[in-house]
């Protein structure tokens, strides 16, 4: 899919978005684990929800997807295999693998989908290894057969697991598997039928406590102290109704309307927002505007920017921390620099090859950059398109190089935005509601 981008009419306006898609998947597959229906508020209309709902329904349980709004009922579910069909669409199918653990004890699933941002050594491909690491230590028992991943645990059981163990990097988080290791450790949790799984130095992103508290919320005994996550195991919720939950607004998506602001030079209002949630997960990325000068007005349920001149280059460490932005933010990050008043430095340690994906494509378009070992040394640079085709292997390049081209001299043409469709609900509609001339190419 391509789209024909021209930004020059663009001039700014208001914007919402929807509810933060990694924490929808988290809560999804807690759900199934803890054999505990849910109703979530917020649930974006992206790929990743509709499959979810599919996959469900596919195998035993109830899924029913509406605007806004996603409910399932997992206690039915009495098929262990994941249709491959549906899984090589979205890369959080990955987390149903303790889930169906959880509930089933077994699991069969072929091939797995998702933005390939993995080690290049591998091709790109996402890895799962941690994962089944982690699974192991509560029981699990994992095989090949015909092509397809088969799971087995006869009953998950407690366990303690340090996430420090899967760090790419001594003495603090980082690298692409200590994420996936905390939520496959608090969703295996929520299977244990009794005993305590306790996780130290987990990874406290939204992604996580929503999920936690989740657990909370269905009567487990959850306990967040320090760097050690604990929780009790029990027997399902016996819940008439589905417990609701509302998600967060994607932090992912401010970050990305907060970056064609600036990018572009043009105020944009984001509305409709729990501006207590949004400030307590999106902390580390506010910290870092703050420190490029940028500026943000909050209101009661909306934010907005202030004057975006005079952006101040920094260096910028993205790791695995609570203390760090979220590497899908680090390309938006990156892309503001463009236009700091010096250069810039950052360091990328979790998914290490994910440059590759659209720095080239800056490059073509005027960026100063060099990339090299995870490293970005960015200059001031101003981009001009002159008719330019770019291609996006992936969802955040696929955003980062439509903004670019808003923000270049000339029409651009950019193709694999397909992608988008993961992780942003009506991402075009919305930057034609902001005056950007947006048409398919054909």
Not at 19 to 48: N, Y
Not at 181 to 188: C, D, R, S, V, Y
Not at 270 to 280: F, H, P, S
Not at 419 to 442: Q, V
């Amino acid at each position: 899919m391509r789209v024909r981008v021209d930004g020059r009419e663009m001039t700014g306006g208001t914007v919402r978005v929807g509810g933060f898609k990694h924490a929808l998947v988290s809560l999804v597959a807690t759900s199934v684990a803890a054999g505990v229906p849910v109703e979530i508020g917020g649930a974006p209309e992206i790929l990743e929800t509709r499959i979810f709902a599919e996959i469900l329904n596919a195998c035993g349980a109830r899924a029913e997807s509406s605007p806004g709004r996603l409910r399932i009922d997992p206690r039915g579910l009495s098929r262990a295999e994941v249709p491959e069909e549906l899984s090589r669409q979205i890369h959080g199918a990955a987390y149903l693998i303790p889930a169906f653990l959880a509930r089933l004890g077994e699991v069969r699933i072929g091939h797995i989908g998702g933005c390939r941002i993995g080690p290049a050594s591998e091709g790109g491909s996402r890895p799962l290894r941690h994962m089944l690491a982690v699974l192991e230590r509560l029981g699990a028992r994992f095989r090949t057969v015909d092509g397809q991943l088969v799971g087995e645990a006869r009953a998950l059981r407690p366990a303690r697991v340090d996430i420090r163990e899967f760090s790419i990097a001594e003495g603090f988080l980082a690298g692409p598997y200590i994420s996936g290791a905390t939520k496959t450790a608090l969703i295996g949790a929520a299977g244990v039928p009794s005993g305590e799984v306790e996780i130290l130095h987990p990874y406290g992103k939204p992604d996580v406590t929503e999920a936690a508290g989740f657990l909370a919320l269905a009567g487990r005994r959850v306990e967040w102290e320090g760097p050690s996550l604990r929780i009790a195991g029990a027997p399902p919720c016996a819940a008439a109704e589905p417990l609701r939950v509302d998600l967060p607004p994607d932090l992912c998506e401010v970050l990305t309307f907060i970056a064609a602001a600036v990018h572009r030079r043009v105020p944009i209002r984001i509305c409709d927002l729990d501006t207590g949630k949004l400030r307590q997960g999106m902390a580390p990325e506010l910290r870092t505007l703050c420190e490029m000068g940028i500026e943000l007005v909050w209101r009661e349920r909306s934010l907005e920017l202030a004057d975006v001149s005079g952006i101040r280059g920094l260096r910028l460490h993205v790791a695995s921390t609570d203390t760090c932005i979220y590497s899908d933010n680090q390309p938006f990050f990156s892309l503001m620099l463009l236009g700091a008043t010096g250069p810039s430095r950052v360091h990328e340690q979790v998914w290490t090859d994910r440059f590759s994906g659209w720095v080239p494509e800056l490059v073509r378009l005027g960026a100063r950059i060099t990339a090299k070992d995870g490293v970005l040394e960015i200059e001031p640079s101003a981009l001009r398109s002159h008719g330019l085709s770019l291609h996006a292997p992936d969802l955040r390049a696929a955003a980062v190089l439509v903004l670019a081209a808003l923000g270049a001299e000339g029409v651009s043409t950019v193709s694999g935005v397909e992608h988008i469709g993961r992780g942003y609900e009506d991402f075009f509609p919305k930057l034609r509601g902001l005056g950007a001339d947006i048409t398919a190419a054909g």
